[in-house]
Protein backbone atom coordinates (compact mmCIF):
# COMPACT_ATOMS: atom_id res chain seq x y z
CA UNK A 1 0.00 0.00 0.00
CA UNK A 2 1.25 3.62 -1.19
CA UNK A 3 0.15 5.15 2.20
CA UNK A 4 2.34 2.55 4.27
CA UNK A 5 5.51 2.84 1.58
CA UNK A 6 4.90 6.91 2.68
CA UNK A 7 4.87 6.22 6.61
CA UNK A 8 7.83 4.05 6.34
CA UNK A 9 10.30 6.54 4.39
CA UNK A 10 8.91 9.36 6.66
CA UNK A 11 9.49 7.47 9.39
CA UNK A 12 13.20 6.61 8.64
CA UNK A 13 14.08 10.01 9.00
CA UNK A 14 12.80 10.83 12.27
CA UNK A 15 14.62 11.85 14.93
CA UNK A 16 13.73 8.70 17.71
CA UNK A 17 13.05 11.70 20.33
CA UNK A 18 10.69 14.21 18.53
CA UNK A 19 6.92 14.00 19.03
CA UNK A 20 6.29 12.71 15.45
CA UNK A 21 8.18 10.11 16.23
CA UNK A 22 5.68 8.38 18.55
CA UNK A 23 2.59 9.01 16.39
CA UNK A 24 3.73 7.86 13.25
CA UNK A 25 5.20 4.85 15.01
CA UNK A 26 1.67 4.13 16.35
CA UNK A 27 -0.18 4.74 12.72
CA UNK A 28 2.46 2.73 11.29
CA UNK A 29 1.38 -0.39 13.87
CA UNK A 30 -2.30 0.09 13.41
CA UNK A 31 -1.87 -0.06 9.49
CA UNK A 32 0.22 -3.09 9.83
CA UNK A 33 -2.12 -4.96 12.16
CA UNK A 34 -4.84 -4.20 9.60
CA UNK A 35 -6.43 -7.56 8.31
CA UNK A 36 -5.81 -6.20 4.61
CA UNK A 37 -6.49 -9.39 2.47
CA UNK A 38 -7.68 -11.66 5.27
CA UNK A 39 -11.22 -13.31 4.94
CA UNK A 40 -12.83 -16.11 6.69
CA UNK A 41 -14.26 -18.88 4.14
CA UNK A 42 -17.95 -18.82 4.74
CA UNK A 43 -19.40 -22.22 5.80
CA UNK A 44 -22.93 -22.15 3.22
CA UNK A 45 -24.37 -25.51 4.99
CA UNK A 46 -28.46 -24.52 5.39
CA UNK A 47 -28.80 -27.70 7.41
CA UNK A 48 -25.58 -26.90 9.80
CA UNK A 49 -27.17 -23.61 10.26
CA UNK A 50 -30.47 -24.94 10.89
CA UNK A 51 -29.10 -26.70 13.49
CA UNK A 52 -26.79 -24.04 15.20
CA UNK A 53 -29.78 -21.22 15.33
CA UNK A 54 -32.23 -24.56 17.16
CA UNK A 55 -29.49 -25.39 19.69
CA UNK A 56 -28.80 -21.75 20.64
CA UNK A 57 -32.60 -20.45 20.59
CA UNK A 58 -36.12 -22.10 21.10
CA UNK A 59 -38.80 -20.74 19.18
CA UNK A 60 -38.60 -17.40 17.07
CA UNK A 61 -39.26 -19.74 13.53
CA UNK A 62 -39.95 -16.24 11.61
CA UNK A 63 -36.62 -15.07 12.60
CA UNK A 64 -34.84 -18.61 12.36
CA UNK A 65 -36.19 -18.74 8.68
CA UNK A 66 -35.78 -15.35 7.42
CA UNK A 67 -32.06 -15.66 8.48
CA UNK A 68 -31.92 -19.05 6.84
CA UNK A 69 -33.31 -17.33 3.70
CA UNK A 70 -30.57 -14.33 3.50
CA UNK A 71 -27.99 -17.08 3.87
CA UNK A 72 -29.78 -19.14 0.99
CA UNK A 73 -29.25 -16.37 -1.22
CA UNK A 74 -26.03 -16.08 -0.63
CA UNK A 75 -25.14 -19.85 -1.30
CA UNK A 76 -26.48 -19.02 -4.52
CA UNK A 77 -24.35 -16.29 -4.86
CA UNK A 78 -21.42 -17.71 -3.66
CA UNK A 79 -21.07 -15.02 -1.04
CA UNK A 80 -23.18 -13.28 1.40
CA UNK A 81 -24.03 -9.77 1.18
CA UNK A 82 -26.67 -7.68 0.44
CA UNK A 83 -29.25 -6.53 3.59
CA UNK A 84 -28.39 -5.61 6.88
CA UNK A 85 -30.43 -7.29 9.13
CA UNK A 86 -31.98 -5.28 12.43
CA UNK A 87 -33.33 -7.26 15.07
CA UNK A 88 -35.71 -5.75 17.16
CA UNK A 89 -37.26 -6.80 20.52
CA UNK A 90 -37.64 -6.50 24.13
CA UNK A 91 -34.27 -7.30 26.40
CA UNK A 92 -33.70 -10.95 26.81
CA UNK A 93 -34.93 -12.01 24.19
CA UNK A 94 -31.53 -13.05 22.51
CA UNK A 95 -30.65 -10.64 20.02
CA UNK A 96 -27.21 -10.44 20.40
CA UNK A 97 -26.89 -14.37 20.81
CA UNK A 98 -28.32 -14.74 17.55
CA UNK A 99 -25.60 -12.21 16.00
CA UNK A 100 -23.05 -14.90 17.89
CA UNK A 101 -25.30 -17.95 15.98
CA UNK A 102 -24.99 -16.58 12.20
CA UNK A 103 -21.69 -15.75 12.76
CA UNK A 104 -20.93 -19.29 14.57
CA UNK A 105 -22.86 -21.01 11.43
CA UNK A 106 -21.17 -18.87 8.55
CA UNK A 107 -17.38 -19.59 10.23
CA UNK A 108 -16.56 -16.05 10.78
CA UNK A 109 -15.23 -14.35 13.76
CA UNK A 110 -17.79 -12.32 15.38
CA UNK A 111 -17.49 -8.66 17.16
CA UNK A 112 -19.82 -6.68 18.94
CA UNK A 113 -20.00 -3.05 19.37
CA UNK A 114 -22.35 -1.53 21.73
CA UNK A 115 -23.52 1.91 20.74
CA UNK A 116 -26.20 2.70 23.71
CA UNK A 117 -25.13 6.20 24.85
CA UNK A 118 -22.77 6.97 22.28
CA UNK A 119 -22.64 10.56 21.22
CA UNK A 120 -19.19 11.41 19.57
CA UNK A 121 -18.59 10.62 16.08
CA UNK A 122 -14.74 10.06 16.25
CA UNK A 123 -16.42 6.95 18.13
CA UNK A 124 -17.21 5.15 14.68
CA UNK A 125 -14.77 7.66 12.20
CA UNK A 126 -11.44 7.75 14.66
CA UNK A 127 -9.65 10.51 15.87
CA UNK A 128 -7.34 12.64 13.14
CA UNK A 129 -3.63 11.68 13.97
CA UNK A 130 -3.35 16.11 15.01
CA UNK A 131 -4.79 15.19 18.45
CA UNK A 132 -3.44 14.15 21.15
CA UNK A 133 -3.97 10.43 21.58
CA UNK A 134 -5.68 9.85 18.72
CA UNK A 135 -6.53 6.18 17.71
CA UNK A 136 -8.84 4.69 14.62
CA UNK A 137 -12.77 4.40 15.12
CA UNK A 138 -14.37 1.40 16.94
CA UNK A 139 -14.75 -0.13 13.63
CA UNK A 140 -11.63 0.00 12.69
CA UNK A 141 -10.65 -1.55 15.68
CA UNK A 142 -13.23 -4.21 16.27
CA UNK A 143 -12.05 -5.66 12.70
CA UNK A 144 -8.45 -5.54 13.81
CA UNK A 145 -9.66 -7.43 17.31
CA UNK A 146 -10.96 -10.11 14.96
CA UNK A 147 -8.10 -10.38 12.26
CA UNK A 148 -10.62 -10.70 9.60
CA UNK A 149 -11.57 -8.19 6.87
CA UNK A 150 -15.33 -10.14 6.54
CA UNK A 151 -16.69 -10.87 10.23
CA UNK A 152 -20.33 -10.79 11.47
CA UNK A 153 -19.95 -7.06 13.31
CA UNK A 154 -23.22 -6.19 15.60
CA UNK A 155 -24.16 -3.37 16.05
CA UNK A 156 -25.74 -3.61 19.82
CA UNK A 157 -28.23 -1.23 20.73
CA UNK A 158 -28.54 1.42 17.51
CA UNK A 159 -31.59 2.83 19.04
CA UNK A 160 -29.55 4.47 21.70
CA UNK A 161 -27.17 6.28 19.78
CA UNK A 162 -27.29 10.25 20.76
CA UNK A 163 -25.69 13.57 19.53
CA UNK A 164 -24.34 16.49 20.59
CA UNK A 165 -21.43 19.06 20.14
CA UNK A 166 -19.07 16.43 19.03
CA UNK A 167 -20.92 15.43 16.49
CA UNK A 168 -24.10 13.00 15.53
CA UNK A 169 -22.67 8.92 15.17
CA UNK A 170 -25.84 7.59 13.48
CA UNK A 171 -24.83 9.50 10.24
CA UNK A 172 -21.31 8.44 10.21
CA UNK A 173 -23.15 4.94 10.32
CA UNK A 174 -25.07 6.01 6.89
CA UNK A 175 -21.45 5.40 5.73
CA UNK A 176 -20.63 2.42 7.09
CA UNK A 177 -23.88 0.34 6.34
CA UNK A 178 -24.23 1.99 2.49
CA UNK A 179 -22.99 -0.99 0.45
CA UNK A 180 -22.60 1.57 -2.49
CA UNK A 181 -19.87 3.94 0.10
CA UNK A 182 -18.31 1.39 2.32
CA UNK A 183 -16.33 -0.05 -0.09
CA UNK A 184 -13.85 2.69 0.50
CA UNK A 185 -14.98 3.38 3.77
CA UNK A 186 -12.46 6.42 5.26
CA UNK A 187 -11.36 6.43 8.76
CA UNK A 188 -9.99 9.80 9.90
CA UNK A 189 -7.29 7.87 11.65
CA UNK A 190 -6.30 5.88 9.35
CA UNK A 191 -7.29 8.24 6.49
CA UNK A 192 -6.94 6.11 3.64
CA UNK A 193 -9.86 3.94 1.94
CA UNK A 194 -10.66 0.68 3.80
CA UNK A 195 -13.06 -2.02 2.44
CA UNK A 196 -16.21 -2.63 4.76
CA UNK A 197 -18.54 -4.16 2.06
CA UNK A 198 -17.15 -7.96 3.01
CA UNK A 199 -18.21 -7.67 6.85
CA UNK A 200 -21.71 -8.69 7.51
CA UNK A 201 -23.47 -6.27 9.60
CA UNK A 202 -26.21 -6.91 12.26
CA UNK A 203 -28.22 -4.34 14.39
CA UNK A 204 -29.80 -4.93 17.49
CA UNK A 205 -33.00 -2.29 18.46
CA UNK A 206 -35.31 -2.12 21.48
CA UNK A 207 -37.63 0.91 20.08
CA UNK A 208 -37.47 0.44 16.34
CA UNK A 209 -38.85 4.70 16.39
CA UNK A 210 -36.10 6.22 18.14
CA UNK A 211 -33.89 4.97 15.06
CA UNK A 212 -33.17 7.98 12.34
CA UNK A 213 -35.22 6.96 9.38
CA UNK A 214 -32.26 7.60 7.03
CA UNK A 215 -30.06 5.23 9.04
CA UNK A 216 -33.54 2.60 9.29
CA UNK A 217 -33.95 2.82 5.93
CA UNK A 218 -30.72 1.02 5.39
CA UNK A 219 -31.92 -1.71 7.43
CA UNK A 220 -34.37 -4.57 6.74
CA UNK A 221 -36.17 -5.23 10.17
CA UNK A 222 -36.63 -8.46 11.96
CA UNK A 223 -39.22 -8.64 15.05
CA UNK A 224 -38.15 -10.55 17.56
CA UNK A 225 -40.99 -10.73 20.56
CA UNK A 226 -40.66 -11.64 23.82
CA UNK A 227 -40.93 -15.13 24.01
CA UNK A 228 -43.73 -16.71 24.04
CA UNK A 229 -45.52 -17.94 26.75
CA UNK A 230 -45.08 -21.61 26.70
CA UNK A 231 -41.58 -21.09 26.72
CA UNK A 232 -41.24 -19.34 30.27
CA UNK A 233 -43.90 -19.42 32.11
CA UNK A 234 -47.24 -22.46 33.23
CA UNK A 235 -49.66 -19.79 34.20
CA UNK A 236 -49.79 -15.89 32.64
CA UNK A 237 -51.79 -14.18 35.57
CA UNK A 238 -53.81 -11.50 33.73
CA UNK A 239 -54.07 -7.80 35.65
CA UNK A 240 -56.37 -6.23 32.25
CA UNK A 241 -57.54 -6.05 29.05
CA UNK A 242 -56.24 -3.78 26.46
CA UNK A 243 -58.69 -1.59 25.15
CA UNK A 244 -60.02 -2.03 21.64
CA UNK A 245 -61.10 0.35 19.52
CA UNK A 246 -62.51 -1.22 15.97
CA UNK A 247 -63.21 1.30 12.89
CA UNK A 248 -64.75 0.13 9.33
CA UNK A 249 -63.60 2.26 6.87
CA UNK A 250 -65.63 3.02 3.38
CA UNK A 251 -63.93 4.62 0.51
CA UNK A 252 -65.56 6.01 -3.23
CA UNK A 253 -63.14 6.34 -5.58
CA UNK A 254 -63.10 6.83 -9.71
CA UNK A 255 -62.33 3.16 -11.67
CA UNK A 256 -60.08 3.69 -14.43
CA UNK A 257 -58.09 1.83 -16.68
CA UNK A 258 -54.56 0.60 -15.30
CA UNK A 259 -52.73 1.75 -18.18
CA UNK A 260 -54.27 4.34 -19.78
CA UNK A 261 -54.76 6.55 -16.34
CA UNK A 262 -51.43 8.51 -15.52
CA UNK A 263 -51.19 8.64 -11.91
CA UNK A 264 -52.01 12.10 -11.52
CA UNK A 265 -55.43 12.16 -12.32
CA UNK A 266 -55.73 8.87 -10.35
CA UNK A 267 -58.37 8.82 -7.21
CA UNK A 268 -57.36 5.47 -6.21
CA UNK A 269 -59.20 3.84 -3.59
CA UNK A 270 -57.34 0.68 -3.06
CA UNK A 271 -54.40 3.18 -2.50
CA UNK A 272 -55.98 4.99 0.66
CA UNK A 273 -56.55 1.23 2.15
CA UNK A 274 -53.13 0.38 1.56
CA UNK A 275 -51.67 3.41 2.36
CA UNK A 276 -53.85 3.01 6.06
CA UNK A 277 -52.21 -1.10 6.67
CA UNK A 278 -48.71 0.76 6.15
CA UNK A 279 -49.19 3.69 8.19
CA UNK A 280 -51.08 1.65 11.00
CA UNK A 281 -47.75 -1.19 10.84
CA UNK A 282 -45.38 1.87 11.33
CA UNK A 283 -48.08 3.78 14.12
CA UNK A 284 -47.43 0.23 16.01
CA UNK A 285 -43.60 0.42 16.13
CA UNK A 286 -42.99 3.80 16.38
CA UNK A 287 -45.76 4.36 19.96
CA UNK A 288 -43.99 0.76 21.10
CA UNK A 289 -45.21 -0.11 24.58
CA UNK A 290 -48.57 -2.57 24.12
CA UNK A 291 -50.02 -0.34 21.51
CA UNK A 292 -50.91 -3.01 18.19
CA UNK A 293 -52.31 -2.11 15.10
CA UNK A 294 -54.46 -4.71 12.50
CA UNK A 295 -56.10 -4.24 9.35
CA UNK A 296 -57.88 -7.14 9.17
CA UNK A 297 -60.32 -6.93 6.35
CA UNK A 298 -59.89 -5.30 2.84
CA UNK A 299 -62.44 -5.58 -0.35
CA UNK A 300 -61.69 -3.93 -3.90
CA UNK A 301 -64.17 -2.83 -6.56
CA UNK A 302 -63.97 -3.82 -9.66
CA UNK A 303 -61.57 -5.91 -7.92
CA UNK A 304 -59.85 -6.43 -11.83
CA UNK A 305 -56.51 -6.64 -12.61
CA UNK A 306 -56.41 -3.79 -14.82
CA UNK A 307 -58.20 -1.34 -13.30
CA UNK A 308 -57.76 1.53 -10.93
CA UNK A 309 -60.61 0.21 -8.37
CA UNK A 310 -63.11 3.09 -7.27
CA UNK A 311 -64.21 1.50 -4.24
CA UNK A 312 -62.52 0.14 -0.78
CA UNK A 313 -64.12 -0.98 2.13
CA UNK A 314 -61.38 -1.80 5.18
CA UNK A 315 -61.15 -2.21 8.61
CA UNK A 316 -58.60 -1.07 11.27
CA UNK A 317 -58.24 -2.87 15.29
CA UNK A 318 -56.16 -0.67 17.28
CA UNK A 319 -55.33 -2.08 21.02
CA UNK A 320 -53.41 -0.46 23.47
CA UNK A 321 -53.70 -1.01 27.73
CA UNK A 322 -52.86 2.56 28.07
CA UNK A 323 -56.48 4.95 27.21
CA UNK A 324 -54.93 7.98 26.61
CA UNK A 325 -52.19 6.03 24.44
CA UNK A 326 -55.14 4.85 22.25
CA UNK A 327 -56.94 7.89 21.73
CA UNK A 328 -53.75 9.55 19.96
CA UNK A 329 -53.32 5.85 17.82
CA UNK A 330 -57.03 6.96 16.72
CA UNK A 331 -57.03 10.25 16.14
CA UNK A 332 -53.39 9.82 14.14
CA UNK A 333 -54.73 7.02 11.82
CA UNK A 334 -57.66 9.48 11.40
CA UNK A 335 -55.70 12.60 10.01
CA UNK A 336 -52.93 10.07 7.78
CA UNK A 337 -56.76 9.00 6.68
CA UNK A 338 -57.96 12.63 6.02
CA UNK A 339 -53.93 13.68 4.51
CA UNK A 340 -54.31 10.58 2.09
CA UNK A 341 -57.96 10.83 1.02
CA UNK A 342 -57.21 14.96 0.38
CA UNK A 343 -54.26 14.29 -2.02
CA UNK A 344 -56.18 11.55 -3.92
CA UNK A 345 -59.15 13.20 -4.27
CA UNK A 346 -61.18 10.23 -2.58
CA UNK A 347 -64.00 10.38 -0.32
CA UNK A 348 -64.11 8.41 3.21
CA UNK A 349 -66.41 7.09 5.27
CA UNK A 350 -65.76 5.90 8.67
CA UNK A 351 -68.04 3.55 11.09
CA UNK A 352 -67.53 2.61 14.87
CA UNK A 353 -67.55 -0.91 14.51
CA UNK A 354 -66.71 -1.33 18.57
CA UNK A 355 -64.84 0.63 21.43
CA UNK A 356 -63.57 -0.60 25.12
CA UNK A 357 -61.81 1.29 27.29
CA UNK A 358 -58.91 -0.78 28.83
CA UNK A 359 -60.00 -2.81 32.26
CA UNK A 360 -58.11 -3.62 35.15
CA UNK A 361 -58.77 -6.63 37.05
CA UNK A 362 -59.49 -6.75 40.55
CA UNK A 363 -56.20 -6.45 42.26
CA UNK A 364 -57.21 -8.63 45.37
CA UNK A 365 -58.50 -11.66 42.79
CA UNK A 366 -55.20 -11.17 40.45
CA UNK A 367 -52.81 -11.75 43.44
CA UNK A 368 -55.25 -15.00 44.49
CA UNK A 369 -54.39 -16.40 41.23
CA UNK A 370 -50.76 -16.05 41.73
CA UNK A 371 -50.80 -17.06 45.02
CA UNK A 372 -52.34 -20.43 44.22
CA UNK A 373 -50.49 -21.03 41.22
CA UNK A 374 -47.27 -20.38 43.29
CA UNK A 375 -48.52 -22.48 46.25
CA UNK A 376 -49.12 -25.65 43.23
CA UNK A 377 -44.99 -24.75 42.29
CA UNK A 378 -46.16 -23.57 38.76
CA UNK A 379 -44.37 -20.74 36.96
CA UNK A 380 -45.86 -17.35 36.14
CA UNK A 381 -45.87 -13.99 34.58
CA UNK A 382 -48.35 -11.15 35.14
CA UNK A 383 -49.61 -9.76 31.92
CA UNK A 384 -52.06 -7.71 29.95
CA UNK A 385 -54.56 -9.70 27.37
CA UNK A 386 -54.28 -8.48 24.15
CA UNK A 387 -57.83 -9.79 23.21
CA UNK A 388 -61.46 -9.71 24.09
CA UNK A 389 -63.36 -11.73 26.72
CA UNK A 390 -66.39 -12.12 28.70
CA UNK A 391 -64.49 -11.55 31.48
CA UNK A 392 -63.95 -7.43 30.45
CA UNK A 393 -67.33 -6.82 30.65
CA UNK A 394 -68.37 -9.19 34.26
CA UNK A 395 -65.43 -6.86 35.76
CA UNK A 396 -67.89 -3.82 35.26
CA UNK A 397 -70.39 -5.49 37.48
CA UNK A 398 -68.38 -7.34 40.04
CA UNK A 399 -64.59 -8.40 40.86
CA UNK A 400 -63.09 -10.31 38.09
CA UNK A 401 -59.52 -11.87 37.12
CA UNK A 402 -58.27 -14.38 34.44
CA UNK A 403 -55.84 -17.21 34.24
CA UNK A 404 -53.75 -18.11 30.99
CA UNK A 405 -52.44 -20.97 30.03
CA UNK A 406 -50.11 -21.75 27.06
CA UNK A 407 -50.48 -22.01 23.64
CA UNK A 408 -48.50 -23.96 21.34
CA UNK A 409 -46.33 -21.44 19.08
CA UNK A 410 -48.45 -18.66 20.87
CA UNK A 411 -51.29 -19.86 18.03
CA UNK A 412 -54.81 -18.52 18.72
CA UNK A 413 -57.38 -17.29 16.00
CA UNK A 414 -55.81 -20.73 13.80
CA UNK A 415 -56.89 -24.15 12.97
CA UNK A 416 -53.31 -25.22 14.63
CA UNK A 417 -54.27 -23.97 17.98
CA UNK A 418 -53.66 -26.48 20.47
CA UNK A 419 -52.94 -26.36 24.61
CA UNK A 420 -50.82 -29.09 25.84
CA UNK A 421 -53.41 -31.20 28.37
CA UNK A 422 -50.97 -30.97 31.04
CA UNK A 423 -51.12 -27.01 30.95
CA UNK A 424 -54.90 -27.26 30.77
CA UNK A 425 -54.90 -29.86 33.74
CA UNK A 426 -52.54 -26.92 36.06
CA UNK A 427 -54.81 -24.13 34.58
CA UNK A 428 -57.77 -25.92 35.82
CA UNK A 429 -56.38 -27.11 39.11
CA UNK A 430 -55.48 -23.17 40.18
CA UNK A 431 -58.91 -22.29 39.18
CA UNK A 432 -60.34 -24.87 41.55
CA UNK A 433 -57.80 -23.83 44.80
CA UNK A 434 -59.38 -20.54 43.72
CA UNK A 435 -62.80 -21.13 43.81
CA UNK A 436 -62.65 -23.60 46.93
CA UNK A 437 -61.38 -20.80 48.55
CA UNK A 438 -63.72 -18.21 47.97
CA UNK A 439 -66.85 -20.54 48.69
CA UNK A 440 -65.30 -21.11 52.04
Not at 149 to 158: C, Q, R, S, T, W
Request: with cysteine.
Amino acid sequence: MKAIEEQFEKFAVLEPGSPEYAVTRNYLDVLTDLPLGVHSVDQLDLKRARKILDRDHDGLGDVKDRILEFLAVGALKGEVAGSILLLVGPPGVGKTSIGRSVASALGREFYRLSLGGMRDEAEIKGHRRTYIGAMPGRIVQGLKACGSNNPVLLLDEVDKLGSDFRGDPSSALLEVLDPEQNHAFSDHYLDVPFDLSKVMFLCTANVLSQIPEPLRDRMEVLELPGYLLEEKVQIGVVESVQGISWTEYTVAGVSNHAGTTPMRLRRDAGYLAASVNLFARKLAWEMGGNQVATVGSLALRPNLINVVPNHAIFTVDLRNTDETKLQQAEAKVAAHIAEVAKAERVEVEAKVLARFEPVIFDAGLVDRVEHHARALSLSTRRMPSGAGHDAQMMQRICPTAMIFVPSVAGLSHNVKEHTEAADLAAGAQVLLNMMLELAD
